[in-house]
């Protein structure tokens, strides 16, 4: 089991641009969740999702979209980056309330 | 708000000390909460899962207060590979609280 990937490791945009973050889980987990934690701050919960098709905001959701075509993936979309996104962005994924963290992406927006 | 609040520190403690890091929680329906571990700039991971009956594993061992509605973490004989940020979540809020760092110094 791979657990929780994510890609790209790491991301360098200039303000305006989009992407989109990529997360993939293989343990059939329903649950899934995007984290951002800025420097020296903790978790801010961004998205989440309960299944395939569901998804709701989090703490922090403004400038991001997702979505949740599949149990395995869980992208998260920028859609017009600010420098105030500049943060690491985490993908987890879990069951029974436990939550499995992906290596995370470092994103830096100038 | 979150469900779970922590007192940010820093703790600076020396090596083989006891350290006890407590998280309050706000929603007195829960019955479970879990801590995790997250090294520097690393991502976090599950660390001990806390029910009413507490947990133990080795050196560190987690207890759920509902009186007072704090959950507790105690780690006995601090090693310096346990200096990390310390976060607390509940089972029914998946927002963490914003974590707790401890330094364990020579």
């Known amino acids: 089991n791979a657990g929780v990937t994510q890609t790209p490791k790491f991301q360098v945009l200039k303000t305006g641009q989009s992407m989109t973050l990529q997360c993939a889980q293989d343990?059939?987990?329903?649950?899934m969740s995007w984290y951002r934690q800025d420097p020296g701050m903790g978790l801010r919960l961004i998205h989440y999702s309960v299944g395939a098709g569901i998804t709701d905001q989090g703490e922090v959701p403004n400038g991001y979209n997702v979505s949740r075509s599949t149990t395995e993936d869980f992208p998260l979309r920028l859609l017009s980056a600010a420098p105030s996104q500049t943060s690491v962005y985490f993908c987890?994924?879990?069951?029974?309330?436990?939550?499995?963290f992906g290596p995370g992406t470092r994103l830096t927006v100038t | 708000r979150k469900e779970v609040e922590q007192d940010p520190g820093p703790f600076n403690v020396p090596e083989g000390a006891t350290v006890a890091f407590n998280c309050t929680y706000s929603?007195?329906?829960?019955?479970?909460f879990f801590w995790y571990r997250q090294d520097c700039r690393k991502e976090p991971k599950l660390l001990m899962s806390v029910y009413s009956s507490g947990n133990e594993d080795g050196r560190f061992t987690a207890q759920l207060n509902r009186a007072s509605q704090y959950i507790s973490l105690l780690i006995r004989d601090s090693k310096l590979s346990d200096s990390a940020t310390y976060l607390c979540v509940g089972f029914n809020d998946m927002r963490f609280g914003a974590g707790t760092r401890l330094t364990v110094k020579p």
């Open positions: 929603n007195s329906a829960s019955q479970s």
């Open positions: 987890a994924s879990g069951g029974g309330g436990v939550q499995y």
């Open positions: 343990m059939n987990h329903e649950y």
